[in-house]
């Protein structure tokens, strides 16, 4: 598979932030869209090492079976909540994320989206550590290595409880403070609908993100 997303954070003030995303996840043998998602929220830096923040996010879903293509797409609307703690060590970081979803899957069978949504709530936990290996003026190059492992629950979720994990590890290069490039292998093991057989998926991730600052004073 391969994923793509432009990541933007538009910084406010010292300690609020607007985050946005866009991401599109495509299979690749054969060619068939997965699924693009749309992302934005709010971020308060609470002090040099927590921050906190909310948000929303539209995912619209053409097939998790490649081989499948349905005549629609699945909407899914999901509100976020995280709570991430980061501390650094010289040239190592670490950081981990505690993330809180509300998940609303629009009803569908195999041939049509029906009436109303499904509800279910679902906890990620990721931990990541990230070490630089040199640091030059306004550039930088760093190794990422993360886990997050996310469970589902709420009345709906019956054999399901664990959802999935993503193990990911990836080369970031900062081109200079406001824009960076990042090129990433993640390997997801994610329980299917059926609740007993799984995917276990190899994936490139090609990312982008851009800071930009609402004046010179942040």
Sequence with gaps: ?????????????????????????????????????????????????????AGFAYFSVDTQVPEINPDYNTPEYRGQQDLTWKETFGKFGINQRFQLEERFIHNAN???????????????????????????????????????????????????????????????????????????YLNSFQRRANGTDYFNRDIIRISIFHKIKSSKKV
Excluded: C
């Excluded at 709420?154 to 960076?180: E, P, S, W």
């Design 1 to 53: 598979m391969l994923w793509t997303r432009y990541f933007n954070q538009l910084l406010l003030s010292e300690k609020w932030s607007l985050h946005s995303e866009f991401d599109n996840r495509l299979f690749l043998k054969p060619t068939q869209e997965n699924l693009y998602v749309i992302r934005v929220q709010g971020r308060y830096k609470i002090n040099a090492h927590l921050e906190t923040g």
């Design 110 to 184: 195999k041939e049509m989206l029906l009436p109303g949504t499904l509800f279910s709530w679902r906890f990620r936990y990721r931990l990541q550590a990230e070490y630089t290996f040199w640091k030059k003026e306004k550039q930088l190059l760093k190794a990422v290595l993360s886990d997050e492992i996310m469970f589902n629950f709420g009345k709906n979720i019956i054999k399901n409880t664990f959802d999935q994990n993503r193990i990911y590890a990836a080369i970031h290069y900062g081109l200079n403070n406001n824009v960076a490039f990042e090129l990433g």
